[in-house]
């Protein structure tokens, strides 16, 4: 059964009964509604008004649930994830550490030849120029030491829209895009926990500041996945240019989007997973290649 993404926005406090998780008015103690702990893969908490109880996180933790708490810009900016998501947790990181930098750049090619072809394939959908990314597949080297994606990147932003510039805090849609990203490297740090693989042990990015460059490093191919729901999203709602309440429910819908991974058409939320074991099968040599998904 596919795992839910549940969304709080409003004063609430939580707790659990029975493996269910209640909402409760803070006021009036009335319940507002029970989902079952084991059904969820995401919680996301957007309003400063939200009390939890302990009990409740350690049956979220245990349940290996993701909670996304939101800031003053309803952009989420803390991820709470269990410590240990897997039984032979030390045994994965010390394949992962062991990794062979030759190995690891490797890894990164195929990493940015997925998202690339995934970019590709959305500006194909959107009837926009797609040359220039096949001379890019084609330079692509181990490590991608010649910069394919930035030149890449340059180029997709260019033509996907109009009058854009992608910048972390420019103008709309780039708060849709921040939003979107933001929810997909959670269940990508969700998925590689689950897969006992260290999440400040990226393959490419090693930034000494950032916890989660492995989660940074994987979502990269399916960042096209929340390109196209932002799309669908202007489409929709070609007024608006703040996070509303619609955009954010339409945003969320990332876990359930379908892709090709492995032959196969799965939700996002099952390709994170299938990818994260990909990533650990490697590590230890029983694959050459990680699983990426491919855009529908």
């Known amino acids: 059964m596919l795992k839910r993404t549940i969304y709080i926005g409003n004063p609430s406090y939580l707790k659990t009964k029975l493996n269910q998780l ?20 995401l919680l996301l908490l957007d309003h ?37 998501g897997h039984t032979e947790l030390t045994e994965h990181w010390r394949h992962q550490l062991a990794a062979s930098v030759p190995f690891k750049k490797q890894l990164w090619k195929q990493t940015i030849e997925a998202k690339i072809r995934n970019q590709k394939a959305l500006l194909l959908k959107e009837d926009k120029p797609t040359k220039a990314m096949d001379t890019y597949l084609d330079k692509l080297i181990s490590g991608d030491e010649t910069n394919m994606e930035g030149k890449a990147a340059n180029h ?107 032959t196969k058409k799965r939700p996002l939320l099952v390709a994170a997973s299938i990818t994260s074991a990909s990533l650990h099968a490697c590590f230890i040599g029983k694959r050459r290649f990680i699983l990426y998904p491919e855009f529908i």
Request: glycine letters at 4%.
């Open 22 to 41: 209640i909402i409760q008015c803070p006021q009036t103690k009335e319940q507002k509604g029970s989902i079952p702990i084991e059904d969820m893969a």
């Open 48 to 84: 400063p008004q939200i009390t939890l109880s302990t009990q409740l996180l350690n049956k979220l933790m245990g349940n290996k649930v993701a909670l996304i708490q939101t800031d003053n810009h309803h952009l989420p900016n803390g991820l709470m994830l269990p410590m240990v």
């Open 156 to 262: 997709y932003w260019k033509y996907l829209l109009d009058d854009f510039q992608r910048r972390r805090f420019g103008e709309a849609p780039n708060n849709f895009l921040n939003y979107g990203y933001a929810i997909l490297r959670s269940i990508i740090a969700r998925a590689l926990v689950s897969s006992g693989l260290l999440l400040a042990q990226g393959v490419f990015h090693k930034n000494k500041y950032n916890p989660y460059c492995l989660a940074d490093d994987i979502m990269e191919p399916y960042r096209p996945i929340v390109d196209k729901l932002v799309l669908e999203c202007m489409q929709l709602y070609p007024e608006e240019t703040t996070l509303k309440k619609q955009i954010k429910a339409y945003l969320l819908t990332i876990a359930t989007q379908d892709v090709y991974i492995d």
